[in-house]
């Protein structure tokens, strides 16, 4: 057999040529499948190895009904929480030779079921990571979106699904607090339609019910920086002697604009955040924060996706506690 071709690549219809065969016999001999006649499948072969034919990865997917290209679906990119979390999953992806496509709904729940559909019609599988959306909008977007994973949104709907244990974060840190002596605290709230602030509610009651004359005052605020700067004034003005916020970028944004006013942290006030960001030990003073295996949380959300991807059951739901990392923004609740 002569090759022709001069310096262009080859085709699959070269190697159908020169094996003599169709290009759907060649298409079944790329794809592995058992169908084709031994002598046949040789001759193939034999034509693949003398043209040095390089299939299309892309076409090849494309003739299997795959992309080999997962989506990650999250309500904040600028959250080094979620930044981690999509670290963890790309590092276990890239392993098994897939790409992560990401999209950011801007913490605006009214985006996040078209997002999610939008993505999955685009992928092989979902990645849906704290949702703020209706439960309605959920129920939706589990019925279409298999195969997928949920991360941080607690659901009966039979789903795999992992999540941090945050109603024993806050029980972390408003033990921390009771033993440093405060008993008038401040929680900053995330937003209303968050599921993990749910999950800390139910932390601060309990804390509440554990420690006799604790007192805990809820006030909604967000999740950025911004949302902690702002709300510094109104955190002065009340009776509070330490502060729980919501997430360490909270903490945070407090932290810098009570340094603005020459607040004594932890003199005056003491403050604590969740989540341990990178941030978090290089704030002024360093943040008291709560630890969560953020990359590791990935890693197990990507296992978890190749196990729906291959039609394994879901398992039970995987919850993760953190652990307290104390720092210099907490100390003994003033006189």
């Given amino acids: 057999m002569t090759d022709t071709r001069g310096t262009r690549a080859a085709t699959i219809g070269d190697v159908a040529r020169t094996a003599g065969v169709s290009r759907a016999t060649v298409s079944r ?4 499948r058992a169908s084709v006649d031994r002598a046949l499948a040789e001759r193939v072969e034999t034509a693949i190895a003398q043209l040095d034919y390089r299939p299309s990865e892309t076409a090849r997917n494309l003739s299997l009904g795959r992309t080999n ?43 996040e079921r078209r997002a999610a559909l939008d993505a999955r019609r685009r992928c092989d599988a979902l990645l849906l990571c704290a949702p703020r959306m209706p439960d309605e909008d ?106 729980i916020a919501f997430n360490d970028l909270v903490a945070i944004g407090l932290l810098s604009r009570l340094d603005d006013l020459g607040v004594s ?27 969560l295996p953020k990359d590791a949380l990935g890693t197990q959300a990507w ?5 729906a991807m291959a039609g394994r059951p879901a398992a039970e739901p995987v919850w993760v506690e953190g652990t307290l990392v104390e720092r210099h923004s907490t100390g003994p609740a003033p006189a």
Avoid: C, W
Avoid at 303 to 307: E, I, R, S, V, W
């Fill in 303 to 307: 296992a978890q996706l190749k196990d």
């Fill in 69 to 111: 290209t997962i989506a990650v679906v999250v309500p904040d990119l600028g959250n080094p929480m979620f930044q981690a979390i999509l670290h963890g999953v790309t590092l276990g992806a890239a392993e098994d030779g897939f790409q992560v496509l990401v999209g950011d709904t801007r913490e605006r729940p009214e985006l």
């Fill in 265 to 291: 942290v932890p003199g005056r006030l003491s403050v604590v955040g969740v989540d341990d960001i990178p941030f978090a030990r290089y704030s002024r003073p360093h943040l008291t924060t709560v630890s």
């Fill in 138 to 243: 959920l129920a939706a977007v589990l019925a279409q979106a298999a195969p997928m994973v949920l991360i941080n949104r607690p659901t009966p709907a039979p789903v795999a699904q992992l999540a941090m244990d945050y109603r024993h974060a806050i029980g972390l840190v408003a033990d921390h607090l009771a033993g440093l002596g405060h008993r008038r605290l401040l929680y900053l709230g995330g937003p209303l339609s968050s599921a993990s602030n749910r999950l800390r509610l139910e932390g601060v009651a309990d804390a509440e019910k554990r420690h006799p004359g604790l007192v805990v005052q809820r006030q909604e605020v967000g999740a950025s920086l911004d949302a902690g700067s702002d709300i510094a004034d109104a955190v002065l003005r009340s009776d509070a002697t330490a502060v």
């Fill in 29 to 32: 001999v790329l794809n592995g």
